[in-house]
């Protein structure tokens, strides 16, 4: 399995595109970088944890493995992907090229077959923001297990703005996106968040928002490079469907945007 796959190698195989998630249905057009405040925030994360080759790292749900290549630019002393999706993991393999102090494990976020203490550094992107708040609470929890006291999760996340927002307001905006990507949206004010940590174990000590931009042009080009951006496009057109729907999600997105953001959050065990 290679970046170059066919569509029916990548994951949201025998749905149709009307009904694929949409993170799924990016991927199988091209796009690589699916996370809210894009590759640049990613790059802030791993700064504001202090990624270093003294680390030993576990990275929830690294879906293609774009992130996990990231991480590797640090030479972390090793490096373990937890995925769900054995097609996912596929890729997130091959990513690794066969690094020896890589490993990939296909397993759930919330259960993960490693002893405690097995981590430095917890390392999850868009994934929390669609879980039941039962699963979520059980993955953090559980990262919390994984890490040594004194290590890092960092998370990056979608977040909403401000903490004051009308519980209506947010009742709406979640229905709305849940409705557009096809996945089930549960995400949370940075309050909410710093929340959602410190009730499992975690002290927050540094956050960093940025725009919601992921399916808008400027962001395209940044995380994907101009040929990326141009294929993603490309694949978009010529699959039938896939523009009315894309549009659909990025409507989503603009009609929110006010209230979105992308949350990268750095926390430590307690």
């Known amino acids: 399995m290679s970046e170059t796959a066919t569509l029916d190698e990548l994951p949201g195989e025998g749905l149709t595109v009307a009904k694929m998630p949409a993170h799924w249905l990016m991927a199988r057009l091209g796009k690589r970088v699916l996370?809210?405040?894009?590759?640049?925030?990613?790059?802030?994360?791993?700064?504001?944890?202090?990624?270093s080759s003294s680390d030993d790292v576990i990275e929830l749900a690294p879906g293609l493995g774009h992130t996990a290549r990231t991480i590797l630019e640090r030479r972390p002393h090793s490096y373990t992907g937890v995925e769900r999706d054995p097609r996912a993991a596929g890729y997130t393999r091959t990513a690794l090229r066969g690094d020896p102090a890589t490993s990939v494990l296909v397993s759930d976020a919330s259960s993960v077959p490693l002893?405690?203490?097995?981590?430095?550094?917890?390392?999850?992107?868009a994934m929390l923001s669609m879980q039941p708040d039962v699963h979520k609470r059980a993955i953090i929890s559980e990262a919390r297990r994984l890490l040594r006291p004194g290590g890092r999760y960092a998370i990056h996340e979608l977040g909403v703005v401000p903490d004051t927002i009308?519980?209506?307001r947010l009742a709406d905006l979640q229905h709305d996106l849940s409705r557009a990507i096809h996945v089930g949206v549960r995400i949370s004010t940075i309050?909410?968040?710093?929340?959602?940590?410190?009730?499992?174990?975690?002290?927050?000590?540094?956050?960093?928002?940025?725009?919601?931009?992921?399916?808008?042009?400027?962001?395209?080009?940044?995380?994907?490079?101009?040929?990326?951006?141009?294929?993603?496009?490309?694949?978009?057109?010529?699959?039938?469907?896939?523009a009315r729907r894309i549009l659909d999600v990025r409507a989503a997105f603009q009609t929110h945007a006010a209230s979105l953001c992308g949350l990268g959050m750095v926390a430590r065990a307690r």
């Open 35 to 51: 996370r809210p405040g894009g590759i640049q925030l990613t790059r802030w994360l791993l700064d504001a944890a202090a990624v």
């Open 115 to 125: 002893a405690d203490g097995s981590a430095s550094v917890v390392f999850g992107e």
């Open 166 to 168: 009308d519980a209506g």
């Open 191 to 242: 309050s909410g968040w710093r929340t959602w940590l410190e009730g499992q174990g975690f002290v927050v000590e540094r956050w960093k928002t940025l725009p919601m931009r992921l399916l808008e042009p400027t962001r395209l080009v940044r995380d994907e490079g101009i040929a990326g951006a141009v294929r993603f496009g490309i694949n978009m057109l010529r699959t039938p469907g896939a």
